[in-house]
């Protein structure tokens, strides 16, 4: 019996790199809206928790059409993709330690975006975008604040965290415009300032916060923050 688990297991795996690596190959091959009936089937069949993960399919669905068709990319949203799809199968053990890393790398993506689309800094379009970009973060940490697995606690700190999650991420991202720096370091600035938020905020939330590990994370996010800006080429 235990032979047999084993046999079924890889088969689901390479079953999902499979769905994987058509996800990424239909991106960079076929027109978009192919493409996106493709990951519908992908994602959607079977169907089995698709609702818990649905937002971060369709916010991966947003990079995707944001980027250009780019080799390196296939192979990013490739492994994204079937990162996601161990989430929503239940293969992996610790879930919400992976749904973290999941939406911590669709920020990223967007956050890339976000500065790609508005080297020129600020600006009536990029105060909107960075609002948009801010909405799906926090929609994207909404599964975390309810403890990655549904399960949440009351409805008003849910809409607390979120709130907080958005105002912090959305003012963060318009401070990054006024940084006169390079794009890739706005955004590797900012993207520090999500970790903070979308590692401490639920935490905090669900009594699991540990001074130690609090302490730790932000005495590393600092060194890496100093880091950048101290490598960066600043302008005027």
């Known amino acids: 019996m235990a032979e047999k688990l084993r046999s079924i297991s890889k088969q689901i795996h390479w079953s999902l790199v499979l769905r994987a690596a058509v996800f990424a190959v239909a991106w960079f091959l076929l027109p978009f809206w192919l493409f996106f009936l493709i990951a519908l089937y992908l994602y959607f069949v079977p169907l089995f928790q698709a609702g818990k993960l649905a937002v971060p399919f369709f916010v991966l669905l947003i990079t995707t059409y944001v980027q250009a068709p780019d080799p390196l990319f296939i192979i990013v949203f ?16 610790d879930r919400r330690s992976a749904h973290e890393l999941l939406v911590l790398v669709l920020s990223f993506l967007l956050l890339r975006d976000f500065y790609m689309a508005f080297p020129q800094g600020i600006s009536g379009a990029a105060l909107w ?12 940490a909404r599964n975390l604040v309810r403890g990655g697995t549904g399960q949440g606690t009351d409805l008003g700190g849910e ?25 890739v370091y706005q955004m590797l600035a900012v993207f520090l300032v999500v970790i903070l938020v979308i590692d401490l905020i639920p935490d905090y939330l669900f009594g699991t916060f540990e001074r130690t590990k609090a302490l730790t994370t932000i005495t590393v996010v600092l060194i890496l923050f100093a ?6 080429q600043w302008g005027l």
């Not at 975008?129 to 994207?140: E, G, P, S």
């Not at 965290?161 to 390079?182: M, N, R, Y």
């Not at 880091?227 to 960066?232: D, K, N, R």
């Open 129 to 140: 975008y960075a609002l948009f970009t801010a909405i799906l973060v926090a929609l994207l």
């Open 78 to 93: 490739g492994a994204v993709f079937y990162f996601l799809l161990l989430i929503k199968d239940l293969l992996l053990i």
């Open 159 to 183: 809409r607390m965290a979120l709130w907080l999650i958005f105002s912090l991420v959305w003012q963060a991202t318009i401070v990054g415009l006024f940084l006169p720096l390079d794009f």
């Open 227 to 232: 880091v950048i800006l101290g490598s960066a």
